[in-house]
């Protein structure tokens, strides 16, 4: 890291990895401050929202580490921007069958949109956060690349491919060469109270609750029962409501059926799940909208990839067609199963990603 003597904004969760990023930053010798979102709490419209992360005790959690390390610390209210740009898509998702990704639209909207924004009101010319990942320039064509981070276990540039250049070209990302062990280490060498906090594993404003009882709850609507369908039309039972269930799954179906079935597609319009067996969840093309590319401007042939069509799967071979400005077709060498609309399918060259768009 070149401190050229720039000032940083720092993404404060509250968390380990930000507190490690904030030292690091800090002892490069960077002109710094941390910032926290303040994202839950009451939103307005009698709506109140509590979560996992981003609440009060994570924010004095990093407005402590901050003081520690002697660097300012900002919060800064987004809650309003984060029930417009996460919380509203992600339940209006739902209800239109799709699964969402939140934490893909909370790191386009809030970490690396609305963040940097509130940034530059500070006089700031990069952001930092703690994400896993690296970030180079490529000295050939100039166009800033998102790499894997060493640490593939911990590996987050799944859910920052919607980077636009602008952003990469001021992003810090410190943990990216770093192993969690490592970071954990660093935390309680310098006496971080929060060395060994746990991690969320939940959506954070869901907080340990099933995702559609949260949707009910924030929209106040009983989402009415429906037929499960098989792919030829046949009713064989009753849903409990649509957004109770995603792609590919098998349990809570509560049918007495034959052989195990699966959720192959829904209706919202006419309130439908359909159901499969697990051999015709599978297929080998898939086509993405929104999309974003990070190595290159554009496909102009077809390009041989690596791709996932969810956070947690390995990656498979495939070839990327550019059909339109927005939108990709992927063609994977063999047939993959159960990808659902409204995740993301991001592609990979090596360690570099290509880029990425959302499943349509």
Partial sequence: MNSDTKKVLIAMSGGVDSSVTAL???????????????????VGGGVSLSGSC??????????GICKRIGIEHKVINLKEKFREMVIDPFVY???NG???NPCVVCNRHLKFGALIQESRTFGCEYISTGHYARIEQDAGTGRWLLKKAADLSKDQS??????????????????????KTEVREIAAENGFENAHKAESQDICFVKGKDYYDF?????????????????????????????RYTMGQRKGLGLSVKEPLYVFDKDPVNNTVILAKNEELFSKE?????????SMSSLENETRVFARTRYNQKEQPAIAVQTAPDTLR????????????????????DDTVVGGGTIC
Avoid at 25 to 38: H, L, Q, V
Avoid at 54 to 63: H, L, Q, T, V
Avoid at 286 to 294: M, R
Avoid at 330 to 335: K, L, S
């Fill in 24 to 42: 690091l930053i800090k002892n490069a010798g960077y002109d710094c401050m941390g910032a926290t979102m303040d994202l839950l709490g009451n």
């Fill in 54 to 63: 981003c609440n009060e005790k994570d924010i004095r959690d990093a407005a």
């Fill in 158 to 179: 799944y859910f920052l491919y919607s980077l636009s250049q602008e952003v990469l070209s001021h992003m810090i990302l410190p943990l990216g060469t770093l192993k």
């Fill in 93 to 95: 998702a739902y209800e």
């Fill in 215 to 243: 949707i009910e709850e924030y929209t106040g609507k009983t989402y009415p029962s429906g037929d499960f369908l098989d792919l030829h039309g046949n009713v064989l039972g009753k849903h409990k409501g649509i957004i």
């Fill in 330 to 349: 992927v063609i994977f060498d063999e047939p993959q199963r159960a990808a659902a609309k409204g995740q993301a399918l991001v592609m990979y060259n």
């Fill in 98 to 100: 799709q699964t969402p």
């Fill in 286 to 294: 898939v086509n993405v909208k929104d999309i974003n590319l990070i």
